[in-house]
């Protein structure tokens, strides 16, 4: 009598949960269908939506290396969403090409040269932007060099002081300066650009990978630091991407397919996937992201 007793009051009770949880999906159902706000991306500040073409509006972002692939999606996906890019290179004629092709879509936008190696070059970026936008809410590094190609225990100490000066000093050293101008306006936003093979060192390109896993590692660094500046540091992981530096990887068609062998969307990315991606980490959705990396990869393993 009493198991029979006990097995009632079990099944009274399960019955009672089940019917709670259908009416908790029922009242959801009907907030989602009812309210106008709910099931909808949230509208920030100003009244406009964070992916809108104005969710950027007044801001100004600073993209490094960004007359060519990843940098100009950057700078073309934050101009798009209302900022005003502050575009650089090394060659003033890759700027200018890459100031009218953004002013033809109708981006706000400044070029100028600059080598983030040359510390003259940096504080002129940064003083540039100021003197004429005002103020500096995002910067986006993604400045990098690769000069060797070959097995690491080839790699020479001329090798390892030109990448670590320019991906992964110069990315800091920029933050540096741009941060005091950042807190002046109340907070702003860091992307530094890493690369799978941060995750994953890529054969033959031993010291460039090790930059890059060294970015990572920045990130979290400078995160928490900077979090009570009202400044979040985020970074982006990109995998084989179709541009002009990474060209001897996607040109290879045997390199490409061992690379689709790892991948679950089988295909090169394109700099737009990356461009996209930095921008929503510029933008209020991402507004309680600090010290993450994304991997933006096609589904490649990414782990350390």
Known sequence: YMVNAINCY???ALLNLLSVQVMLRCFVSRCFLTNPVAGQTRKMSGGSLAGSPSS??????????????IGLAAAQALGQRGAHVVVSS??????????????????QVTGTTCNVGKSEDRERLVNMTVEHCGGIDILVSNAAVNPFFGNIMDSTAAVWDKILDVNVKAAFLMTQLVVPHMEKRGGGSVVFVSSVAGYQPMQ????????????LGLTRALAPELAQS?????CVAPGVIKTRFSQALWQDEDIVDEFKKQLSIKRVGEPEEIGGVIAFLCSKDASYITGET?????GMSCRL
Do not use: C, W
Not at 64 to 69: H, K, P, Q, R
Not at 90 to 107: T, W
Not at 207 to 214: D, I, L, M, N
Not at 294 to 298: D, E, K, L, Q, S
């Open 90 to 107: 090394r060659r003033q004629s890759n700027v200018d090409k890459a100031v009218a092709q953004l002013q033809s879509e109708k981006i």
């Open 230 to 234: 009202h400044i979040r540091v985020n």
């Open 56 to 69: 950027l509006a007044g801001k100004v972002a600073i993209v490094t290396a960004s007359t060519d692939g």
């Open 294 to 298: 994304i991997t933006v990869t096609g």
């Open 10 to 12: 079990m099944l009274f």
């Open 204 to 215: 033959a390109l031993g010291p460039y990978s090790v930059s890059k896993t060294a970015l």
